[in-house]
């Protein structure tokens, strides 16, 4: 494949990315204000807190973590669209729902971007939202218990990229294509090079019930197709409304990075959701067959399940004339970004050395006087670049990808070709202060810097490349983060953190918001597991055909029963363990040996189960995994299994009879 | 269940374990010394690095992850024993060997403990050892990769705990069962009840080759039915033996926290490693027929094997009257310690109230003068405790667990139930510091604790119990190491830092010895795997049958090639992506939306397949799941599959045609 000198140009730029960041390294870190007391200030002595919680996508691990802010620690990994076999999650019959999808079992996902649940525009401390990119779903986390209780597929979409930003009082979350498809159905045999014709983008607004959070997918926008990166929901004077960076304006097919990369401005898209949600709420919209996976856990049952939904509200945009308006924006632009006032909308054109800020007032004017250079793809309006901006700001750094904010007026810009954070203010646009990161930057995140109300003082820059940053181990590195505080005029750099997966994004919130009111343990009494244990003197073993339960208790050094005799080859035993602790921190493991699935680790007043299927006769040891006790090495007990059709008498108990 | 007085004491004892260290810890930390500079002496200023690499166990977790000390932070999570879906750990093709065993493909596993492969005593810096507890199996990890290199599974073993213990010279790992049971084969369907005539405990000696590395099962010792828990190869001047704490010398088999706890000495065992190699390489022993799995990953082809072997050689230790013997040991040992000289050998009991220190010149001449109170288990000879002892440490703490060494001749040994470390000196047995723990410390390691010449300076305490140790996150949290600084002749607590799964074991390696040969990228003229693409040009499909082979090659930011028609409903495609980078750090990734398997992640120069298997008629986007480049985000492409029969032509390009 020849290049023309464009292209090549291009591939430059991408290619010059990393050497450049590397070689402007030396000496390390040198380049940034390390401060002389950044010792200090990321030290959290033994037995004190962090005064943040960041929760962090975990990009292609498919999970998300908990980190503590300005320490770096690691407190948490919370399992969502990726299995666990640490935790069974996706393994343990309770659990497995979880991940299913209208096509089956999906064990793994890329964890993109998370959002916080919000009340006027702050977090409130009640959920988290997460994007799964590869089969499209959307995930929502309780930060009571710090565990996913819900997820929902998302049809018509590929690749749920530009997700799960949240509106103002999270009636939405968003979740957008980024791979524009044929729609699902059975029209989808097409030629890939039909792309302009048959490929069409999908914006789904997913309702979150107030008290229960709940999702419901209430309807989805249909567009041309485009590629749908990130997005902002309007705040504050732009509530109701949405902005989504799109990229591939050229609508290419193939080559990518050269096709999609023509255009010198690709576009922002305006939504106006309450004008969609209007139309929706009059009954407007085509209802759509389709077929997806909603799947909820239920705390009082301890036990997931998966229903399918087979319909959905869809209203293309193109049907209506003022849903959606495009603003040109240079030049593929990665970050849509809303300041906390919500007066202004950053544009983060990728290949862009510079950064557009449009006004949220001059955009409404330029549609009321329809300021328009036309339309595009079959009629969606293309506002006039100069009509709704703010300004620009110059020389910013090269490759811009995403903006957050601080309270006291200002943007801080990640820059992954020039490898930097830029610092400028919203309303002047006159850069402030920069820093170089080690090594380009992806998104960064200020401590509720997508929020109305900012809680600033740090800010986290997500690199994409680590080579040298920490002590190497063979061919794979983990990522690298570095903290700066922002709190003074100029950034200082405080601390380089490794991380684990890939983050694309994360949420601060102070510890105050959450740490009261952490769940500690499971109420016993309110454990409605179909399969619960009350207490040692119901353990037992039922069988039924060849189906055996086993109803068994975990609490300090016991696993009742411990002795079990009369399986046999052929049966399906169900090990429904009830760890009837009720103390804080006494989660008890369960792991039989050649089980075919993954552990259990238990939770106090909680039920779990793991399904084993004997594949040989003889005995087989179980044990607790997690050391709870001076005596957990003695919390064991072995399992007899005798071939099919063998008169070994059933029988299961604890302590000699 | 009624309990006789002395088994209530006894769970009290155990219950009390962690009230007594919760109530213990107010104010929080202030217990310990903690250093006025304790900031400074474990922060790692941005661009420098940590002065140890530590290797952890992940405990439940199955895998091994790598920490840097001081500054605790968590640089790797090295996948073993349980699937990875991040790194399609046990979902490519290439590794799902990897996890294979006798009896199938087993997902999850305990990763108990690691040891370092030794050279005269000392970590040599080619390999980690781990062992996984319910299906028996053990690991070796190659420390230029940091990856896993091969897995052995153990036959006759129930819960390989007391393992991966290693010689002086790596000439074996030690694997022994945790669990006693019938050997292997078609005489385990027996009465549980039956334990003290049926179930047999095994220690398998594997070798290791001294330049590949490649395990072998030399021979397995066959021992009465007893509980192997903890153990340590001799050293110095006890090269040659292997010491192994046996709990359940009582030979319960239910209730094991009472009925194996009755005795008031349980035993070390001493076993004469070199004398039994010498029976083995005599023709000694019987030839059993067993079967275990046999996986190694072969760094030129890129590809794992598995393979199964079926015959292993055993000996009786009651066979031979100069094998084994038993040292009494007080009461239910965990820990089975030597120190640097090798002249020592602690045991901790852990529900003992002293730990006896047995001296190796004492034990030789016991057994040489035959100062035996008798034998036990029809044939292993008791050594006389007194004739083996060397002292006691007098009031150390209650419920010892285990031993490290620094290199000035002290010991530091665990105690979970009063929740401390305790600093004793090995030849006068006197203690000189102790620092409460918070909370419960399980296994403690020093830095290079283990060998014979310990680096020293830094001590961790993994601990069983976090509760208020950090943010609180739900129900269930994470595992909570601290490091201590052991310079002094006090102890000083520097730094709490979590880690993941449960630590149950770690070995601490100057950072000079690993990190210069720490391999940065797959050379890709090296590589032999049978799927190799060279490079874009060679990029194509190929069919024969319902087997569709894509060779695919991924370079900032191509996916070659992405377009890709002709797919159809019942073919089985196989993604061969080739990552054609020569680049430290630039791995890329690759999914395509509805996989029921995970993503690949390709180092540089490697090559990793998934199995896809449409489900649907339609096109499906796949793209690369790594940040690479600043037109990463156009690094995609488009899979269009078609109905079977159909007649849409095989075609894949890139570019415009």
């Known amino acids: 494949m020849k290049l023309k ?16 960041s590397f070689s402007a390294c030396k000496p390390k870190g040198a380049g940034s ?7 200090q200030r990321t030290y959290i002595p033994p037995g004190q807190y962090d005064e943040f919680y960041t929760f962090t996508s975990g990009g292609f691990s498919g999970q998300m973590s908990v ?16 299995v666990d076999p640490e935790k069974a999650w996706g393994f343990s019959e309770e659990t497995k ?5 209208s096509h089956g079992f999906v064990p793994w996902d890329d964890l993109h971007h998370i959002e916080s649940s919000f009340t006027d525009g702050m977090p409130d401390g009640k959920w988290m939202f997460a994007n799964s990119n590869n089969t499209p779903r959307l995930a929502r986390i309780d930060l009571q218990t710090f565990r996913t209780a819900e997820i929902i597929e998302i049809p018509n979409t590929g690749g749920n990229h530009c997700s799960p930003f949240t509106t103002e009082n999270s009636e939405y979350v968003i979740a957008a294509t980024r791979f524009s498809v044929p729609p699902d159905g ?3 045999d097409v030629p890939i090079s039909s792309y302009k014709e048959n490929f069409k983008g999908h914006i789904s607004f997913v309702s979150v019930d107030k008290e229960t959070g709940e999702f419901n997918i209430a309807f989805q926008l249909k567009t041309p197709g485009l590629n749908f990166d990130l997005s902002s929901a309007g705040k504050g004077v732009s509530n109701g409304w949405l902005f989504i960076s799109c990229y591939n304006s050229e609508q290419a097919h193939t080559l990518q990075e050269v096709n999609a990369s023509q255009n010198d401005k690709d576009f922002i898209m305006a939504i106006n959701w309450k004008k969609a949600e209007e139309y929706f709420k009059a009954g407007k919209g085509v209802k759509q067959a389709v077929r997806y996976a909603h799947n909820k856990y239920d705390e009082h049952t301890h036990t997931a399940t998966s229903q399918i939904k087979t319909e959905v509200t869809v209203l293309d945009i193109t049907d209506f004339d003022d849903l959606a308006y495009l603003i040109p924006c240079p030049k593929s632009p990665h970050g849509a970004d809303v300041n906390p006032t919500g007066e202004y909308i950053v544009g983060s054109g990728k290949l862009a050395a510079l950064i557009p800020v449009f006004s949220f007032e001059k955009l409404q004017n330029a549609i009321a006087n329809k300021e328009f250079e036309g339309e595009r793809y079959g009629g969606v309006p293309v506002v006039k670049y100069e009509s709704a901006l ?3 700001v110059q020389k910013p750094g090269l490759g811009p990808l995403h903006t957050e904010f601080d309270e006291k007026g200002n943007a801080y810009t990640s820059f992954f070709v020039s490898s930097e954070v830029v610092k400028w203010n919203v309303k002047t ?27 600033g003082k740090y800010l986290v820059a997500y690199n994409k490349i680590t080579k040298d940053r920490f002590l190497p181990t063979g061919p794979e590195l983990c990522h690298s983060a570095q903290l700066f505080d922002i709190s003074g005029d100029k950034m200082e750099l405080l601390l380089d953190f490794p991380t684990i997966g890939e983050p694309h994004y994360a949420q601060s919130l102070p510890a105050d918001i959450l740490k009261d009111k952490s769940l500690k343990i499971y109420d016993i009494n309110a454990n409605a597991h179909p399969h619960k244990t009350n207490g040692e003197a119901e353990a037992r073993i039922e069988r039924e055909g060849n189906i055996v339960r086993v109803y068994m208790t975990t609490i300090r050094s016991h696993l009742t029963p411990d002795v079990i005799e009369g399986i046999r080859m052929g049966d399906e035993v169900y090990f429904h363990v009830t760890n009837i602790e009720q103390d804080w921190d006494m989660p008890h493991g369960f792991a039989i040996k050649g089980a075919k699935n993954a552990e259990l680790l238990i939770m106090p007043g909680e039920t779990q189960t793991i399904k084993w299927e004997p594949d040989r006769v003889g005995i087989f040891p179980f044990y607790c ?9 003695e919390m064991s007990g072995y399992v007899r299994v005798s071939p099919k059709g063998s008169n070994v008498a059933m029988t299961s108990y604890t302590g000699n009879k």
């Not at 000198?5 to 991408?14: D, H, I, R, V, Y």
């Not at 729902?97 to 999808?101: F, Y």
């Not at 646009?429 to 809680?455: C, F, I, W």
């Open 5 to 20: 000198p464009k292209e090549g140009l291009l591939w430059m730029l991408a290619a010059a990315a990393v050497s450049l």
């Open 33 to 39: 204000a390390v401060s002389g007391n950044a010792a």
């Open 67 to 82: 980190y503590g802010l300005p320490s770096g620690r690691l407190f948490r990994v919370i399992p969502v669209f990726s």
């Open 97 to 101: 729902p979880m991940l299913e999808t």
């Open 186 to 188: 059975p029209g989808g």
């Open 390 to 392: 703010h300004g620009e």
């Open 429 to 455: 646009l006159e850069v402030l202060d920069r820093q170089p990161t080690y090594y380009s930057v992806g998104h960064l995140m200020v401590a509720g810097g997508n929020s109305k109300k900012p809680y």
């Open 625 to 633: 995994t997690d050391f709870c006790s001076a005596l957990h090495q």
